[in-house]
């Protein structure tokens, strides 16, 4: 009988040689007792395969364009992340599905861990009635749109059958002549 590989990277493989985890737990009688370590290098960088060399994490927040209060927020929530975090990218503000996106969104860049994490804790607190779809760019926009993405309140069916043709063939690629 063949072995499989498993489809994931082995997290393990820097500690292998590692001394075995403590099962002692800290004082409040619940959590596990970690002993001090080096400080991990995904505070401060993007874990490949995210391409971090443009932006690493893109925030799509969504909101129903024909409820007006879903839409008088959402204006009030672009303009308020463009107050208070100024060093982010933010793209125009849309009141029509574009893309693969179902519904009216606006779009911000994040460039590094710290400001991704910072947003969506900011986010989660501060979304009101819109969705956010957040998700890595690891130049899969197909992959990086569904099995790497991770929603905030309700998640919307994107339409990536665009995304597939851009992955399968990459951006700058020759497609062939579509029939019809």
């Not at 569904?146 to 990536?160: F, N, Q, R, S």
Request: charged share 20%; hydrophobic share 35%; net charge negative.
């Amino acid at each position: 009988m063949a072995t499989q590989t498993a489809p994931y990277a082995d997290l393990l493989s820097a500690y292998k040689d590692a001394e075995t985890l403590p099962e002692t737990f800290n004082a409040d009688g619940k959590s596990l007792y970690n002993p001090p370590g080096p400080r991990s290098s995904a505070y401060d960088e993007f874990p490949a395969p995210i391409d971090s060399s443009n932006n690493g994490f893109d925030f799509h927040i969504y909101y129903m364009q024909a409820i007006d209060s879903q839409k008088e927020y959402a204006r009030a929530l672009h303009e308020r992340i463009r107050r208070e975090f100024p060093e982010l990218r933010i793209y125009r503000f849309w009141e029509k599905p574009v893309g693969p996106h179902p519904v009216a969104m606006f779009e911000v860049n994040t460039f590094t861990p710290h400001q991704t994490g910072t947003l969506i804790s900011w986010l989660v607190v501060h979304r009101g009635p819109c969705s956010v779809l957040v998700h890595p760019n690891t130049g899969d926009s197909y992959a990086d749109h569904t099995e790497l993405a991770t929603w905030i309140g309700k998640p919307w069916p994107l339409h990536v059958n665009i995304l597939k043709r851009e992955a399968r063939f990459g951006p700058n690629a020759q497609r062939p002549a579509q029939n019809g």
